[in-house]
T-cell receptor, first 117, second 116 residues
């Protein structure tokens, strides 16, 4: 079974500081993608960052970067210079690539991040 | 490019009724996936359609069904509604061409369904 675990249900950070959200996953597939999505109170799910499992280089998108440890099956998200607009639920998601997995993102339970002024 | 749109945004139904939700993907996207989001179960995959064919289905009862039209728009239907069907229903579209796209899904704003 493919699973995604986010061990931090809630976190808070001061504005302008750095925070790291944890995610571990389990899959027997060697080819897969990993994603972080944010869901603000408006409920719109927004893509934050994407990582291909076959790439060793960690993905970065402006203030967002990941630490991808394939052997440890770990995929953490670092948010630098946190802003009030970063307040949201953050979901880690796994998309294994094998026959029968089309379109199926496997999500963690989410981490609620609050950025405080 | 316009994003994924979903209609209606809010819906109130009573037990036993049926409901149809609509999703229009990003222009050019051919894959549409549907998810149910509840506080207790989190985000759960319902099904995925590509070129009018259901390619994948999650672990939901047969009361949940869907279809996709030739313009890639998709609908999902829930028959004989139960209280437990109250949820946010999200659809997501992607342009699945393997590694180049990264199978990245872009989500709509969701339809919030309340079953009374």
């Amino acid at each position: 079974a493919q699973t995604v675990t986010q061990s931090q249900p809630e976190m808070s950070v001061q504005e302008a500081e750095t925070v790291t959200l944890s995610c571990t996953y389990d899959t027997s597939e060697s080819n897969y993608y990993l994603f972080w999505y944010k869901q603000p109170p408006s409920r719109q799910m927004i893509l934050v960052i994407r990582q291909e499992a076959y790439k060793q280089q960690n993905a970065t998108e402006n203030r967002f970067s990941v630490n991808f440890q394939k052997a440890a099956k770990s995929f953490s998200l670092k948010i630098s210079d946190s802003q009030l607009g970063d307040t949201a639920m953050y979901f880690c998601a796994l998309h294994p690539l094998y026959g029968g997995s089309q379109g199926n993102l496997i999500f963690g339970k989410g981490t609620k991040l609050s950025v405080k002024p | 490019k316009a994003g994924v749109t979903q209609t209606p945004r809010y819906l109130i139904k009573t037990r036993g009724q049926q409901v149809t939700l609509s999703c229009s993907p990003i222009s050019g996207h051919r894959s549409v996936s549907w998810y149910q989001q509840t506080p207790g179960q989190g985000l759960q995959f319902l099904f995925e359609y590509f070129s009018e064919t259901q390619r994948n289905k999650g672990n939901f009862p047969g009361r949940f069904s869907g279809r996709q039209f030739s313009n890639s728009r998709s609908e999902m239907n829930v028959s004989t509604l139960e209280l437990g069907d109250s949820a946010l229903y999200l659809c997501a579209s992607s342009f699945p061409i393997g590694r180049e796209s990264g199978e990245t899904q872009y989500f709509g704003p969701g339809t919030r369904l309340l079953v009374l």
